[in-house]
């Protein structure tokens, strides 16, 4: 793993750690103060939001992301870059907004969403076009190697959010302030976002025609097919949420979404890596640099399975303790949902970072195949299983489609040029997982206190997992001294 792409996987994550902090403080005073059914209203108008982001966006996140981390040696490349995805943002934004507004008018969306969901609505264009150009910002910013700025943006957006929402919701504004929330932290991050972009690049450059020799037809096929791809992604976060609202009701999605939250923390590892690699591989498929590109993904993909999966074992341990002291104790209702979301929310983990070394080969087909194969599956079982098993089923809906997702896309890397599972040594992550398992589970339920449990389990199953993954020879301990003095400065 060469040193800048290390460095680069240190601070962003670094933030997300920061982020993951703030959300462990932040999601249960959202939850405790809204309740379950208003909790529900919020994440169910977000998981729309989502969806409509793919169309807003368009894969300009992670095309600006590519095409500026490129280098080329055209004169003012990245001023180009930076102005093209700009025009294109703004043009996106009203293709999609305009007949927004206009169904909005004419009742339609009421129509398909319910009434009673309908106030909270007119706040998704003001969602919308903040949450636009922070990403095209933040994108920016990542493109110019620029992380140590770009990634506290975050941390402050998520801070914000965090003392707006809850200063609007104990004021009695309920989901509506959560979301409005959402809508002051994206605006402050775009708008700092912004001043720290005119500070590197020409700004006004966005006034001017882009030169002849700017390659706007391969950006636009790049943006297309990441629509598509990102769409199938979104399918895959978002479906479940969606119909369990549509069958269920607000409770039953508030319950559901508190148990995807906890699953979820298996990936703020992977998501810091799938960032950093999009942007990092792309420079090195330019330099032909392909068996670099698969020692590094191999080599993650072991690290990244090993680390969600002593992650994964401690949440299926403490569900019970866990959930009820995080969101309250009705929430124990969601426990089930959560132990049967952890396996297929590993395998996500584990595919997110051969997403990202796929998408900055360019080949965006492979894996637009794969992650539409896995979003097809999720909602053909959601779809299924959710009326008859409620959120048992969303969750087996969902475990089953997120799992997919690395089976799909090791076949993609394959047929790009890329393997991600040499030097995998599955055997010796079995028996590590064995072996924690059979160590942690035990001990949590020998121990009567849910307390004591959240407070004892945690660091002795990190020692025995560690122990085990340097006994198996899962982890070379030669390997692991290495990899940790190149994060750290001499």
Known sequence: MGFSVKRGIASVLGTSVLQLLIGLILGPLLVRFLGAERFGDYVFVMSLCGILMVFVNAGIFDSVRKFLAEDRAEPGWEDWVFAFHVRLSVLLLLIVLLPLLLSMHF?????????????????????????????????????????????????????????????????????????????????????????????????????????????????HTYNNLSTVTGFMVVLLYEADVILVQTFLGSEQTGYYKAALLVAEFLWFVPKAVEIVFLQSTSEMWSQGRHEEISELISSTTRYTILFTGLVGIGLVALADPFLGWYFGPEFVAAVPAL???????????????????????????PIMYATGAAAALNLVLDALLIPRLGIGGAAIGTTVGYGSMLLFNGVAARSIGFDPLTNLRITRIGVTFAVSAMVILPLEAIIASDSLSLVVVPPVGAVVFSIAAVSTRAVDPTEARSGLKSFIPS
């Open 107 to 219: 009742g339609l969306v009421s129509a398909l969403v319910g009434g009673k969901n309908t106030r909270y609505l007119y706040l998704v264009p003001l969602y919308l076009i903040a949450e636009q150009f922070f990403l095209l910002n933040r994108g920016t910013l990542l493109g110019l190697g620029m992380d140590v700025w770009s990634e506290p943006l975050l941390v402050l957006r998520k801070i914000c959010m965090g003392a707006v929402a809850l200063s609007l919701i104990w004021s009695g504004f309920g989901a509506v302030g959560a979301i409005v929330g959402e809508i002051v932290a994206a605006t402050i991050g775009f708008v700092i976002g912004g001043v720290l972009v005119s500070r590197r690049l020409r700004t006004r450059t966005v006034l001017r025609q882009s030169p002849s020799w700017f390659p706007a037809s391969s950006v």
């Open 339 to 365: 132990v049967v979301l952890v396996p297929g929310a590993l395998g996500f983990a584990v595919a997110r970072p051969i997403m990202a070394v796929g998408q900055a080969s360019g080949e965006l087909r």
